[in-house]
């Protein structure tokens, strides 16, 4: 017996000692493969200033002259050009690719901990250390730095889709600037957003992220952000270029499109972007398209992007995104971040056997060079690690306001004698100010529905509470956060609630209006399901019937507030509450914003950048769309090979999506299809009604000129949002019925105040794409101007003919 305990215990030993070899080794193979294998490169901190001809300059190289580079008189152009003499061809290999994952851990000695990735020094010039962080609703940052007692919180502005549904650009450049201005004092040169993907299906686990289902919203909302942002010297990294509009796989991922689709709706946000304001960087898409991963596609990174649009900027890749690094770097995708020692190897072989030329290699070290010339590092900025947090809440919570939309009010809204309110659902008291993934922020506080009505004088039931607080106590676990790491792969969804007819009966006793709300969270690296997700779930359908009847039954109202990322099913229930008020996730302030909108602070002017249909199906994208869920594989995503699959082992839609539907994404398919919807795209309500009249249309130049008068018909102040679409009756092709072309929105009109807009399209603008003469044909002819509410609300309409 006893020789069989020592066999046993040599045994665990032996497997003990094997299992901490193997992670040592695993662990080493991560850390100097991914995490941190730019040991000759660090940073050349000790630049010192010298003063000629009474010109002070940072002597960065330490040659005690002043070099073109150094001169910051000189133009950009011509310090690049410097700089790119002077560069040895394994510097410039070097600058191709970031420094790998470990500040993004807060690993190593970097400057900012949490930032996700870097432009790497080049210590001989004195270059500096370039920092890239997330995203697009606010910075994502470590909050905490070992040693220090201090946070380094970040605002969590609202998500993507709730501000394009202010359809307000000025407010969103105001968004932007506050962006720009956090980045900036806390020392991070470009800000990996916006996100430009079309909401192709409403189960993407990332459209909250994302602008809209139509190109020209998203172009437009992705332009005010970009300027914002770098309006502060602070760059963007507009993404994910292209056709990005699945999680599922996404490493994989093979997009089969049409090139027309990709031209009218896929690509042509990213092109107002470039055109209304030329990011310093985009960032290229995961997916492959036709079989190609996108950053090794010439036609997209230089054809298209450089050649077509004339784009200035550098083109990075997603996170570990692509396969071959020499053949990305060949197509015009400049930088591979974060950047691993396999990469690097590659492309100092490509370029020793010649399969890599050194032009390609010039071509993208330019890009790389401009960027950091550009560069508040290259200043010499001291940042003060210090942003002005409280001012730039004040503006998360006016954005916030103005990009939540009213869907239903029948007599209910703004909330004038209800002074004690009942809170319903987990979720009114935990609420969720933003999506998860590197779409999250790390801010200080998130101001909950609860808090929000406070503030704003109402009183909260206590009985439905004191049930809320019960039920977290009774799910503990459930209610903790996920942080870190695992926060980036989890969204956080704690149990639902129920409620019995006694406890309804003491709610509704002692209260004189009930708001239940519904949460939604998702992110990055899965995508949503059907069941429980787009549909509510049995407990939520019980509770706003059986909420909905208790107070009804006592003559008092039931307001739904819509807490979510995207889009949910609302036809089944929507005849239910008195008002349903759509206030996605609007950042830390979210409670505040709603409790701005309820109490008529603010009058609701926020319209859907998105259908929400009927069913799921309804969608023409949905018969190729992967329905199952999951979540993210970092492993998988790190180490998984890329080689490609026979061609009969395919699962369709993981290793390939079939874009079946080409160009009928949201309304342009439902219209064509005359189905109908819940909401459509465009739509909103105020609490006070606009009239829009005196159409006038007219042509100068290649561009249809239009003025439209809004007039506040109602007796409250608010703003309205006037959409022109346009559509071409008689065409000769296969076109969608209406495209948004332009829109605009006014000041906030008092009672009875009318105004006039100004708006113009360019007519290459009512082009379609060809697939036969691959370009934009305009179609000759009478086409329709049609200005609506929303895209079913049209009011006017004139025709004006094209020559
Ligand atoms: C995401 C990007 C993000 C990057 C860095 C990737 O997984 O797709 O949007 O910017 O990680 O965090």
Not at 260 to 268: C, P, S, T, V
Not at 507 to 521: E, F, K, P, W, Y
Not at 606 to 626: E, R, W
Request: negative net charge.
């Amino acid at each position: 017996m006893k020789k069989v305990l020592k066999i046993a215990l040599k045994v665990l030993v032996i497997i003990i000692l094997l299992a901490s070899v193997a992670g040592l080794g695993g662990w080493w193979y991560i850390n100097s493969a991914f995490l941190s294998f730019e040991n000759d490169y660090a940073e050349n901190t000790d630049i010192k200033e010298l003063t000629i001809d009474g010109f002070t300059f940072l002597d960065r190289n330490g040659n005690s002259k002043l070099d073109i580079y150094e001169d910051d008189r000189k133009s950009t152009d011509e310090r690049v050009g410097d700089l790119l003499s002077q560069m040895t061809l394994e510097e410039k290999i070097h600058l191709l690719k970031g420094s790998g994952m470990g500040s993004a851990m807060g690993k190593g000695n970097t400057a900012v901990p949490g930032a996700v990735g870097t432009i790497v020094p080049t210590p001989r010039l004195g270059l500096p250390t370039i920092y890239l962080s997330d995203g697009p609703a606010g910075l994502r940052i470590e909050p905490k730095r070992e040693g220090e007692d201090r946070t380094y919180y970040c605002t969590a502005f609202p998500i993507g889709t709730l501000l394009s549904s202010t359809w307000n650009t000025t407010l969103v450049n105001d968004v932007g600037r506050a962006m720009g201005t956090e980045a900036k004092e806390y020392g991070i040169d470009v800000i990996l957003g916006p996100g430009a993907n079309i909401h192709r299906h409403p189960l993407c686990g990332r459209n909250f992220e994302y602008y809209s289902e139509d190109p020209v919203l998203t172009g437009f909302i992705g332009a005010a952000m970009v300027n914002g942002i770098e309006s502060k010297g602070v760059g963007t990294s507009v993404k994910h270029f292209v056709a990005n509009n699945q999680e599922t796989d996404r490493n994989f991922n093979d997009v089969i499109v049409t090139d027309r689709a990709m031209r009218e709706i896929y690509l042509k946000g990213f092109k107002i972007i470039v055109e209304k304001s030329q990011p310093w960087t985009i960032m290229s898409s995961y997916n492959k398209v036709n079989g190609t991963y996108v950053p090794e596609r010439k036609d997209l990174m230089t054809d298209i992007l450089r050649d077509d649009w004339q784009y200035q900027g550098l083109v990075m890749t997603d996170w570990f995104g692509g396969d071959n690094a020499p053949a990305m770097i060949t197509a015009g995708n400049d930088l591979l971040e974060p950047g691993t020692k396999k990469q690097w190897k590659a492309l100092k072989k490509a370029t020793e056997n010649g399969t890599l030329s050194e032009a390609a290699i010039n071509t993208s070290t330019r890009r790389i060079l401009r960027l950091i010339v550009q560069s508040k590092k290259m200043q010499n900025y001291q940042y003060s690690n210090n942003p002005d947090l409280d001012a730039h809440a004040k503006i998360a919570r006016q954005s916030a306001t103005e990009g939540m939309i009213l869907l239903k009010n029948e007599q209910t809204l703004p909330i004038k004698k209800a002074k004690k309110i009942a809170l319903l659902g987990v979720t009114s008291f935990d609420f969720i100010a933003g999506g998860t993934g590197s779409g999250d922020v790390n801010e200080a506080y998130t101001v909950s529905l609860e808090e929000g009505l406070k503030n704003a004088g109402f009183e909260i039931n206590q009985a439905s509470k004191k049930l809320f607080e019960t039920h977290k106590a009774n799910h503990k676990e459930q209610f903790i956060k996920p942080e870190g790491f695992s926060a980036m792969t989890t969204p956080y969804i704690p149990p639902r609630m129920t409620y019995t007819e006694t406890e309804l009966k003491e709610i509704v006793a002692g209260s004189d209006l009930g708001i239940i709300t519904i949460g939604r969270n998702s992110g990055e690296g899965g995508d949503r399901i059907e069941a429980d997700d787009f549909l509510l779930s049995e407990k939520e359908q019980n509770m706003i019937t059986e909420v909905c009847e208790a107070f009804h039954t006592a003559g008092k109202k039931v307001v739904v507030v819509m807490n979510i990322g995207g889009v949910i099913e609302t036809a089944s229930w929507k005849d239910l509450p008195d008002a349903i008020l759509l206030a996605w996730q609007g950042g830390q302030e979210g409670g505040n914003s709603v409790a701005d909108i309820l109490s008529a602070k603010v009058n609701p002017s926020g319209k859907l950048p998105m259908t929400f249909p009927i069913n799921l199906n309804d969608h023409a994208s949905n018969d190729n769309f992967p329905l199952e869920g999951g979540t993210l594989n970092i492993m998988k995503l790190m180490l998984a090979s890329r080689e490609e699959k026979p061609e009969n082992e395919k699962v369709k839609n993981k290793d390939y999506t079939d874009y079946e539907e080409g160009i009928y994404v949201g309304y342009r398919h439902f219209d064509k299809m005359e189905l109908e919807v819940s909401y459509p795209f465009g739509y909103g309500l105020s609490y006070t009604t606009f009239d829009l009249s005196n159409l006038n249309v007219t042509m100068k130049n290649d561009t249809i000129n239009m003025m439209v008068t809004v007039t506040n018909l109602g007796n409250l102040a608010g703003k309205e949002v006037v959409q022109i679409y346009t559509s071409k009756p008689d065409t000769k092709i296969d076109r969608p019925l209406k495209e948004l072309r332009t829109f605009a929105k006014t000041k906030s009109l008092n009672a009875g105040e009318a105004t006039t807009l100004t708006l113009q399209i360019p007519v290459s603008e009512l082009s379609y794409w060809s697939e036969e003469d691959s370009q934009w044909i305009l179609e000759k002819g009478l086409y329709s101007i049609q200005v609506g509410a929303s895209s079913r609300g049209i009011r006017l309409s004139m025709e004006v003919e094209i020559n």
